[in-house]
């Protein structure tokens, strides 16, 4: 079977027997990759420290055409992300990063541009706004998963939502998936208010990714999003409940 060559985020790892490891990766070429590390648990293997979460690895794998898992025969460590580790915010954010693309990610689905762009969000987590830099990762996570919620018309009816007194409340839904109009019954269950201003912040947001945005606006929108993952993923997102506001 072919080697293959490949850049990889460790996502997570588990022990396999007396000395292996089983390590989910996300790759740049190949989409979510689970690979067996023989030998991954021995003190001084030829993996030495690469497969720690959150490393970024240049590693070689055997791919299986099976489900079976694929083979890990080298990982050379490129980056730790040192500065996530030494923050306790900036580590769970990166976990809660992990844990979205471990929950969301497939195999043989290449996201080549977003590989690169989650590694910029890992290095600005170390020395920027660590709520900003999720938000704005998780927004874009949501588009490149096809999960884009609707913030332009009604999710329902399909309504343009325009034109209404600035002081009026958007009836956002996270279980429908978007915003929706006064005149569409909505179920209580993932609904919510938004202020205009915020509804408007997320609309730039998602057209203009580098948008400065208030702290304020990025906490709520942060909330909301958050709340939306946990309608829309079968899995519970664990990690989410570090950044809720009530825990
Ligand atoms: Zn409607």
């Known amino acids: 079977m072919p080697m293959e060559k490949a850049t990889a985020l460790v996502l997570r790892t588990t022990d396999f027997r007396e000395t292996s490891r089983v390590v989910i990766l996300w790759t740049r070429e190949f989409g979510k990759v689970h690979a067996l590390a023989k030998g991954g648990r021995r003190l001084r293997s030829q993996f030495e420290f690469a497969l720690d979460l959150l490393n970024l690895c240049d590693i070689v794998l055997i791919r299986k055409t099976s489900e079976g898992l694929d083979l890990l025969t080298e990982a050379r460590l490129r980056e730790r992300f040192q500065g996530i580790r030494q923050h306790l915010d900036a580590f769970y954010a990166a976990c809660l990063i992990a844990e979205i693309l471990d929950t969301c990610g497939q195999r043989d689905d290449p996201h ?89 912040c997320w609309r730039l ?26 309608h829309q993923l079968a899995k519970p997102l664990r990690l989410i409940t570090y950044f809720s506001p009530h825990r």
């Open 112 to 200: 080549p541009h977003w590989f690169d762009s989650t590694m910029v969000a890992l290095r600005q987590l170390q020395e920027q706004s660590i709520v900003q830099t999720l938000l704005r990762w998780e927004i874009n996570a949501l588009r490149e998963i096809g999960l884009q919620p609707m913030l332009d018309r009604c999710v329902l009816c399909k309504k343009p939502l325009e034109d209404m007194p600035a002081s009026q409340p958007i009836t956002w839904n996270a279980l429908a998936g978007g915003v929706v109009c006064s005149l569409c019954p909505t179920p209580s269950r993932g609904r919510r208010q938004l202020s205009q201003e915020l509804w408007r």
């Open 205 to 230: 947001s998602t057209q203009q990714q580098d948008l400065p945005l208030p702290e304020s606006s990025c906490q709520q929108l942060l909330d909301v999003l958050h709340e939306y993952w946990m």
